[in-house]
Nanobody
């Protein structure tokens, strides 16, 4: 069973930075992707970025493009966020997508950005 543990959220000031971490476990295949999503109150969950374990390639959605960088070291995936804005306030989730398109989600971590 895939397990994902997101951490690193907290309170940041506008213009500041945070690094989120996702510890992924419970799988043996290297053919998967880990993604970061967020969901603000009253809004739909939106994609931020994902990284493919097999070749370490990454994609970035328009939501935070240019202000985030995703990376992975073994089973940890990091999301470095900078130039934070109050509208970045949301619960941030990491996601595991297997080769068949199956998704697993972990508990989110709250990010609050004050103006």
């Amino acid at each position: 069973e895939v397990q994902l543990q997101a951490s690193g959220g907290g309170l940041a000031q506008a213009g500041g930075s945070l690094r989120l971490s996702c510890l992924a476990s419970g799988f043996t295949s290297s053919d998967y992707a880990i993604g970061w999503f967020r969901q603000a109150p009253g809004k739909e969950r939106e994609a931020i970025s994902c990284i493919r374990r097999r070749d370490n390639t990454a994609d970035y959605a328009d939501s935070m493009k240019g202000r985030v960088a995703i990376s992975n070291v073994k089973n940890m995936v990091y999301l470095q966020m900078s130039s934070l804005k109050p509208e970045d306030t949301a619960v941030y989730y990491c996601n595991h997508r297997n080769r068949y398109g199956g998704d697993s989600w972990g508990e989110g971590t709250q990010v609050t950005v004050s103006s």
